[in-house]
Structures are given as structure tokens and as C-alpha cells.
């Protein structure tokens, strides 16, 4: 069965304090991993997908990275503004619909 | 225009009550998904329609009815809902392939009562 895993639950930084999340995941066939930022009360918002092992896309503090068995979001110098749940998601290669993993709530205090 | 448009925001609604959710989308994507977000929990997929065809329904009970009236559109028909269906319902949008990712609406919270 096709699965997502994402750690930690819940991570909590100083402002200008890196690190990384985790996804780790089993699946039959990997097209495409996702991830996404969710505000409270909003919709997921598209950060990046990567297909491949070694590939890595970056957008302002963010950097994802790809592994052939977990993928990671290093968050370079946060601040409180990229406090969010951020959703790790995969498709199989029946291409049917994300698998999303729990997530994990970044917080950044000032 | 790149965004997927959901509305009502919010709705309230008794358990005897039928109401739509409707979600628009104007990017030519061909797939379009019905997904259930539950507090601090990730999103559940609920239905797919590829080329305004049902491909996939998630189990979900039948006081749960998608309609695809067009390519652009998908509703959500709710009928007889319970209290334990109250949750943020998302809809989605993906280019036939999904390999650009999905593009979500802001989502409906919808209230049981």
C-alpha cells in the first residue's frame, strides 16, 4: 500500500534558526512528489514537485530534495512568516490522486 | 487566470437541509478532485472527475453527490449530512497527467447542526 510519512509532527524555530522536515515514503511506482504550504483554514498552496532521485528545486528560504525513499524541505533562516503545516504529497504511477502524508506545523517565533 | 475559485466560503447547514458547494477552475485543467480536510489532518481524497467523467469515488456515502456540469465546473450536492461531516471541503485542479501538481481552492468550511 502506497504511504507518506512526514517528520517531525510538529517543529518549532527561532527566527534565522535552519532545519529540515522529513517525508519518507513507500510507493508503487513514483510519478511525481508534492509539497505543499497550508495556512490555517486555507487551501494547500503549491511550493514544488520533484520526479526524480537527486533533484532539487528551491524557492526563497525553501529547498526540496529527493532521495529514492524520502524526500526533505530544508528551510534555510525562517521567519514567522513561513509558520504553516507544510503537506508532503506523492503520485503512484496509476496517476490516480495525491497521497498525502499528516504534515508537519512549523513554528517560527521572533 | 490561475486559481480555483470555491464558494460558499463558509456554510451552515441542519442535517435535514440540502445545499451545493460549488468550485470553478478556468486553467483548462481535465481533472478535477473533491477532497475533505478534517482539523490538523491532511486531506482526504473524496471523488475524481477526468474529462468531466467520474473516475474515482473514495467510498464516500451517497448523501455525498459530485456533479461535472462542464469542464470549468464541479459541485458537491449535500443531502442529509451528519455532524461528523462538518470539515473544510477543498476542490482541486491538475493538468491530464497531474505531473504540474494540483492547484486547490481556499476550500468551504462546512458546519453540521
Known amino acids: 500500500e502506497d504511504q507518506v510519512t512526514q517528520s517531525p509532527e510538529a517543529l518549532r524555530l527561532q527566527e534565522g534558526e535552519s532545519s529540515s522536515l522529513n517525508c519518507s515514503y513507500t510507493?508503487?511506482?513514483?510519478?511525481?512528489l508534492f509539497w505543499y504550504r497550508q495556512d490555517p483554514g486555507k487551501g494547500p498552496e503549491f511550493l514544488f514537485t520533484?520526479?526524480?532521485a537527486g533533484e532539487e528545486k528551491e524557492k526563497e528560504r525553501l529547498k526540496a530534495t529527493l532521495t529514492k525513499k524520502e524526500s526533505f524541505l530544508h528551510i534555510t533562516a525562517p521567519k514567522p512568516e513561513d509558520s504553516a503545516t507544510y503537506l508532503c504529497?506523492?503520485?503512484?504511477?496509476?496517476?490516480?490522486?495525491?497521497?498525502f502524508g499528516k504534515g508537519t506545523t512549523l513554528s517560527v517565533s521572533s | 487566470d490561475t486559481e480555483v475559485t470555491q464558494t460558499p466560503k463558509h456554510l451552515v447547514m441542519g442535517m435535514t437541509n440540502k445545499k451545493s458547494l460549488k468550485c470553478e477552475q478556468h486553467?483548462?485543467?481535465?481533472?478535477m478532485y473533491w477532497y475533505k480536510q478534517k482539523a490538523k489532518k491532511p486531506p482526504e481524497l473524496m471523488f475524481v472527475?477526468?474529462?468531466?467523467?467520474?473516475?474515482i469515488n473514495e467510498s464516500v456515502p451517497s448523501r455525498f453527490s459530485p456533479e461535472c456540469p462542464n469542464s470549468s465546473l464541479l459541485n458537491l450536492h449535500l443531502h442529509a449530512l451528519q455532524p461528523e461531516d462538518s470539515a473544510l471541503y477543498l476542490c482541486?485542479?491538475?493538468?491530464?497527467?497531474?505531473?504540474?501538481?494540483?492547484?486547490f481552492g481556499s476550500g468551504t468550511r462546512l458546519t453540521v447542526v
Open positions: 482541486a485542479s491538475s493538468q491530464d497527467g497531474t505531473d504540474y501538481g494540483y492547484t
Open positions: 510507493v508503487s511506482g513514483l510519478r511525481g
Open positions: 520533484l520526479y526524480s
Open positions: 504529497a506523492v503520485i503512484n504511477q496509476a496517476g490516480t490522486a495525491l497521497i
Open positions: 486553467m483548462g485543467h481535465r481533472a
Open positions: 472527475y477526468s474529462y468531466e467523467k467520474l473516475s
